[in-house]
């Protein structure tokens, strides 16, 4: 489990990703959110510009899951 830490009142979920490193580009984030393979909070979530807000649970299920923690500084 990895803590994010931003500086600004949230962050996209699309940029989420390529800031934590879970994936590479935009388009990369794009399928692995189009596939249904990112939660939020527990549920599957599709759209990349969802705003991630202080203490929200983003976890990508890859082979090795991957859970990200975002907390506002």
Do not use: H, N
Request: aromatic letters at 8%; a negative charge; glycine letters at 8%.
């Amino acid at each position: 489990m990895e803590e994010i830490f931003i500086e600004t009142e949230f962050i996209k979920l699309d940029q989420l990703l390529k800031f934590a490193g879970i994936v590479q580009t935009g388009t990369d984030a794009k399928y692995f959110i189009s596939e249904g393979l990112v939660l939020v909070d527990g549920e599957v979530e599709t759209r990349r510009g969802r705003k991630i807000y202080d203490g929200m649970i983003v976890r990508v299920m890859l082979e090795t899951e991957e859970t990200v923690i975002v907390k506002k500084r």
